[in-house]
T-cell receptor, first 112, second 111 residues
Framework: SQQGEEDPQALSIQEGENATMNCSYK?????LQWYRQNSGRGLVHLIL?????REKHSGRLRVTLDTSKKSSSLLITASRAADTASYFC????????????FGKGTHLIIQP | DVKVTQSSRYLVKRTGEKVFLECVQD?????MFWYRQDPGLGLRLIYF???????EKGDIPEGYSVSREKKERFSLILESASTNQTSMYLC??????????FGSGTRLTVV
């Protein structure tokens, strides 16, 4: 079953601009994670935010989490052509083996 | 650098064949997962394992089985491949509470 739902489904911006993607989920979570997938490849873990955290930074990435609204956002600042990829949020609800449930992703295109 | 290795990038099999997809991790992770990814459906969990010889069904286990005889290896088995199993298959491992490490994926086509 799908837990996270990303918004928008697709996003096209100019290089140097900031990109913001949103994720909504339905049930309570232990943590929320963001992944990037380049075309036809495996997913790469970007950042994990715990349910008791509100904001986290990693390089040009900023993630926020609002558990009252069951939503998260991923901000990529000063975008580069290499940021072109699909971005997925995934939630961990504390089930066995920390199983993650993924959303369908946002496809981000950075125009040079 | 830690790695999850999937044995094949591309695979073409015939309907009815028994298919083995292999995944090996070198991080001593206890948890391993198999997902399939389809356009418009995202990633869906097929099976996972939290220890050697242990396995749990995910959201879509029908038509699949798994084997975990050693900690580093998690195999996905398609007992009798069908065309609706044409997909990208992704293996991952994890050490909670860190994120998953994914393999590069196996694109399977069943003809």
């Amino acid at each position: 079953s799908q837990q996270g739902e990303e918004d928008p489904q697709a996003l096209s911006i100019q290089e140097g601009e900031n990109a913001t993607m949103n994720c909504s989920y339905k049930t309570s979570i232990n943590n929320l994670q963001w992944y990037r997938q380049n075309s036809g490849r495996g997913l790469v873990h970007l950042i994990l935010i715990r349910s008791n955290e509100r904001e986290k930074h990693s390089g040009r990435l900023r993630v926020t989490l609002d558990t009252s609204k069951k939503s998260s956002s991923l901000l990529i600042t000063a975008s580069r052509a290499a940021d072109t990829a699909s971005y997925f949020c995934a939630t961990n609800s504390g089930g066995g083996a920390d199983g993650l449930t993924f959303g369908k992703g946002t496809h981000l295109i950075i125009q040079p | 650098d830690v790695k999850v290795t999937q044995s094949s990038r591309y695979l073409v099999k015939r309907t009815g064949e028994k298919v083995f997809l292999e995944c090996v991790q070198d991080m001593d992770h206890e948890n391993m997962f198999w997902y399939r990814q389809d356009p418009g459906l995202g990633l869906r969990l097929i099976y996972f394992s939290y220890d050697v010889k242990m396995k749990e069904k995910g959201d879509i286990p029908e038509g699949y089985s798994v084997s975990r005889e050693k900690k580093e290896r998690f195999s996905l088995i398609l007992e009798s491949a069908s065309t609706n199993q044409t997909s990208m298959y992704l293996c991952a491992s994890s050490f909670p509470p860190r994120g998953y490490t994914f393999g590069s994926g196996t694109r399977l086509t069943v003809v």
